[in-house]
């Protein structure tokens, strides 16, 4: 009898040299909205993401914001889904660089690279870049930020099998690239309704339309990297439908990825299971109880924060289950191993000043942000630091320091 999936791993292997080849972590970028409701393929809902992000960015941690969809599958010119997830046995042939859930969570640093000057459309069996005369930087080439690893792409195009180190970015990534220490010109800006409120996916009331403009889908080049600046320890979440005998776990905020999670069970040590292939959702291997003590392995299989551990309850607001896509963990308490430590804040020396051209100067060249405020209190938008520097709105007479942050302080 005919094994077609070994014929179509010839089929791969044959076509894969009409393949455009590419340096090693460089492949095509593209852009999307957001990772789905209640949740993106790893199990982290866009709430959780939001939230978080309004914690780690004010202690200058990377931003869970800029999540980005690695690919599912490795299929050169094969476009339809040549296996059942996760990807076991001889199916693995086709893993791509998601890696059936075991790279969420973790983070990367990305650099944009040339912009094609014609189609660049995805096409399947199509080349990337026809029509033009080829690929040329433009005022967006270099421009960099850390991203973490949220979602998956498995659809039937180019960029999502051709290009095996393709990233797809969530859209606001596009308004925060960095090149050369400063904020590139925005190539996303919200949508606005006729009132001037944001357009809302109706489907996910965390996500929101943009305007996109001066991004042709360039290429794009990558590394994993530990966690930026990270200060504090996981965070655990209960997902929906949670309840006695189903406890299913979301496991966020993490140094350097997440390869499984173990659960106490007397004096034992027994391993959770992931769910299907979302890398930050786990199934307790003993979920009759409302009281876990657990330990982490990140992506180098070994135990997170030198084996330390966490206890937690089942959430009250649960009540007998959780209906909300991630309810935080009760009385969340750790112990043992290293705990991670906030570094100590530089001593400031001296008040902002406001200069002679109107801009604000900190003591020390960092990046950073601060607000302003009204006199009657009302808190106004962050403004970026740079290098020490605000630049003010040129009606800033009257407005007040509200607060700000920055490398060392907070």
């Known amino acids: ?7 179509l791993r010839v089929l791969c292997l044959s076509m894969a040299l009409s393949v455009p080849v590419l340096a090693a972590n460089e492949g095509m970028a593209t852009h999307f909205l957001g990772i789905g409701y209640p949740y ?11 939230n978080e992000a309004a914690i780690d960015t004010l202690t200058g941690q990377g931003n869970p914001v800029d999540y980005v969809a690695l690919n599912v599958f490795d299929t050169p010119r094969v476009y339809t889904m040549v296996a059942s997830r996760p990807m076991k046995g001889a199916d693995t042939v086709f893993l791509g660089t998601y890696d059936n859930g075991r790279n969420c969570g973790r983070w990367l640093k990305l650099t944009l690279g040339d912009t094609c000057d014609g189609t660049n459309d995805g096409a399947a069996g199509k080349d990337f870049c026809r029509g033009g005369t080829g690929w040329y930087p433009n005022a967006n080439t270099g421009g960099t930020i850390h991203a973490i690893v949220f979602d998956q792409c498995t659809d039937g195009n180019a960029w999502c099998r051709d290009s095996k180190y393709h990233l797809d970015l969530h859209t606001p990534i596009l308004g925060r690239l960095r090149k050369n220490g400063q904020l590139l010109p925005p190539m996303a800006v919200p949508a606005l ?13 965390w996500a929101i339309d943009y305007r996109v403009t001066g991004f042709n889908n360039p290429k794009v080049s990558w590394e994993f990297v530990e966690a930026p600046n990270y200060q504090g320890e996981p965070r655990f979440y209960f997902s929906m439908d949670s309840k006695a005998y189903y406890q299913r776990l979301i496991v966020t905020h993490l140094p350097n990825g997440l390869h ?85 804040p530089k001593p400031i020396d001296a008040l902002p000043r406001q200069l002679a051209d109107g801009s604000l100067r900190f003591p020390g060249k960092f990046d950073g942000r601060v607000q302003l405020a009204a006199m009657n209190g009302r808190e106004l938008a962050w403004l970026p630091i740079h290098e020490g520097t605000a630049a003010l709105p040129t009606h800033a007479k009257g407005l007040c320091l509200a607060r700000w942050s920055g490398e060392g302080f907070a």
């Open 260 to 344: 499984g999670v173990e659960q106490l069970v007397g004096t034992e040590w027994k391993k959770a299971t992931m769910q299907g292939d979302a890398g930050q959702q786990w199934l307790l291997p003993e979920p009759s109880g409302t009281s876990f003590t657990l330990r982490l392995t990140d992506v180098r299989d070994s135990l997170v924060m030198g084996g330390r551990t966490w206890k937690m309850d089942y959430p009250k607001a649960c009540g007998t289950s959780c209906t909300k896509p991630a309810t935080p963990a009760d009385n969340v308490v750790s112990s043992g191993g290293i705990a991670s430590r906030l570094p100590a």
């Open 1 to 7: 009898m005919t094994d077609t999936r070994w014929l």
């Open 193 to 205: 309704d006729g009132s001037g409120k944001p357009i809302v996916d109706p489907n996910n009331p």
């Open 40 to 50: 993106g393929a790893c199990g982290v809902p866009d709430e959780v993401a939001a």
